[in-house]
């Protein structure tokens, strides 16, 4: 059974950044694509940045293009995502998704939401 949990959401200014974390368990982590989602209040759930199994190709939302980075260490079965000159707007619960069977982040971005496996969410919150 896979267990995803974020960590290192919190209150920041805007202009600050932040370091967001996914701690993974369950299958071998370093053979399956993963990406994180965000949802603000009273928004859908949309796609912010995935990352292939290896985390040397990634993919990011328009959003979050220039100012977030996708990675992962394998060894630590640890994925990250560095958000730099955060903006009001990026306030939300950022969730943590795994594919089960998938290695590129095009799994990630094409599958059916409920078929990822997600993680509790951290909040984010960036004041002005």
């Known amino acids: 059974q896979v267990q995803l949990v974020e960590s290192g959401g919190g209150l920041v200014q805007a202009g600050d950044s932040l370091t967001l974390s996914c701690a993974y368990s369950g299958r071998t982590f370093s053979s399956g694509a993963m990406g994180w989602f965000r949802q603000a209040p009273g928004k859908e759930r949309e796609f912010v940045a995935a990352i292939n199994w290896s985390g040397h190709s990634t993919y990011y939302s328009d959003a979050a293009k220039g100012r977030f980075t996708c990675s992962r260490d394998n060894a630590k079965n640890t994925m990250y995502l560095t958000m730099n000159n955060l903006k009001v707007e990026d306030t939300a619960i950022y969730y943590c998704?795994?594919?089960?069977?998938?290695?590129?982040?095009?799994?990630?971005?094409?599958?059916?939401?409920?078929?990822?496996?997600w993680g509790q969410g951290t909040q984010v919150t960036v004041s002005s």
């Open positions: 998704v795994a594919h089960p069977t998938g290695h590129t982040f095009g799994d990630i971005v094409q599958a059916p939401r409920n078929n990822l496996n």
